[in-house]
């Protein structure tokens, strides 16, 4: 038996860890993607991209989520974050942050919330 690392699972084949598919990096550039924003597929996409990059981009030819893309993809949502910024970047996406849509609720009505619940 060898001691060089494994780089072959019998059952699933070749692996790369999911680190590797972003080159260590830990976070998007650019503004951080919220698990329920929303992405799309606006533009056409290179040759170059990985494969991740490319089922994400056929995921997301109609709007879908952060947090459904990392399912999508079983990588990690930090992974697909990355990877979406990196999407983001290249003009190839975009993202609607679930915040755009309308007003936030203030403090205090959420409070008032809490409250009235407590009551209960």
Same mark, same amino acid.
């Given at each position: 038996m060898s001691d060089? #690392? /494994?780089? !072959? +699972?019998e059952d699933?084949? $070749?692996? %790369?860890r999911p680190y590797a598919l972003i080159r260590g990096r830990t976070r998007p550039s650019g503004e951080t993607l919220d698990l329920i924003a929303t992405v799309r597929t606006v533009g056409? $996409? #290179?040759? +170059?991209?990985? #494969? *991740? /990059?490319?089922?994400? !981009?056929?995921?997301?030819?109609? $709007?879908?989520?952060v947090a459904d893309v990392a399912v999508e993809l079983d990588l990690p949502v930090g992974v697909v974050? %990355?990877?979406l910024g990196d999407l983001r970047d290249n003009g190839l996406i975009s993202v609607t942050s679930p915040f755009a849509k309308g $007003?936030?609720?203030? *403090?205090?009505? !959420?409070?008032e919330v809490i409250n009235g619940l407590r009551a209960l």
């Open positions: 060089a #690392p /494994q780089w !072959l +699972d699933a084949g $070749p692996f %790369v056409e $996409p #290179p040759s +170059d991209l990985g #494969p *991740e /990059q490319r089922h994400i !981009l056929r995921a997301a030819r109609a $709007p879908i989520s974050r %990355v990877l $007003p936030r609720t203030s *403090e205090r009505t !959420l409070k």
